[in-house]
């Protein structure tokens, strides 16, 4: 079965708008994390964001924030102000337990932003 | 300035040939991790390793080797025995195995000729 789920396999954004990506879980582990990762057309799988299971509050980092909702599992990506910048593939991911090689990827979504 | 260092770019791979990807980080990291990235798809696990001269297998371990004898360096073999190894590898560090955020290398694309 699918740890990650993401079911929106393209995006389009105007500039200056805000977008979210969709990302569902699934774990039986009660302690796990929740990242999400940009990868534009270089390659590089670069960092933006991270949700532990165990935070009150949702997560923020600068124009990026995660929109945390444990109980239906979904830990959707929000972007305010989209850039150009922003077009690449977007990657939801999940740590489970206590150990960094339980590490699973979803199948990315890929945005565009529209000038 | 602190980071993943992968090599080569671009590797190209004849059939029978064993082909070697570098990975070096000078973060001072434990953790070091290898993944491959099929098109359109996300990453998969090869193998990882939580501390030098130790490493486990991860997903998708079969065809290739991984060596940790250096904390700061972490290459992966890919042997004739992966029968399809034309992906993007890309190649990981964290501070510990426990420790949440992993940080990239810029990829190796490998084709085979």
């Known amino acids: 079965a699918q740890k990650i789920t993401q079911t929106q396999p393209g995006m389009f954004v105007q500039e200056k708008e805000a977008v979210t990506l969709d990302c569902t879980y699934d774990?039986?582990?009660?302690?796990?994390?929740l990242f999400w990762y940009k990868q534009p057309s270089s390659g590089e799988m670069i960092f933006l964001i991270y949700q532990g299971s165990y935070d009150q509050q949702n997560a923020t980092e600068g124009r990026y924030s995660l929109n945390f909702q444990k109980a239906r599992k979904s830990a959707n990506l929000v972007i305010s102000a989209s850039q150009l910048g922003d077009s690449a593939m977007y990657f939801c991911a999940m740590r489970e337990g206590g150990y960094g090689q339980n590490f699973v990827f979803g199948p990315g979504t890929r945005l565009s932003v529209l000038p | 300035d602190g980071g993943i260092t992968q090599s080569p770019k671009y590797l190209f791979r004849k059939e029978g040939q064993n082909v070697t990807l570098s990975c070096e980080q000078n973060?001072?990291?434990?953790?070091m991790y290898w993944y491959r990235q099929d098109p359109g798809q996300g990453l998969r696990l090869i193998y990882y390793s939580q501390i030098v001269n130790d490493f486990q297998k991860g997903d998708i371990a079969e065809g290739y080797s991984v060596s940790r004898e250096k904390k700061e360096s972490f290459p992966l073999t890919v042997t004739s025995a992966q029968k399809n190894p034309t992906a993007f590898y890309l190649c990981?560090?964290?501070?510990?195995?426990?420790?949440?955020?992993?940080?990239f290398g810029a990829g190796t694309r490998l084709s085979v000729l």
């Open positions: 973060l001072n990291h434990d953790a």
């Open positions: 774990t039986s582990d009660p302690s796990y994390g």
């Open positions: 990981a560090s964290s501070i510990g195995a426990g420790e949440n955020i992993q940080y």
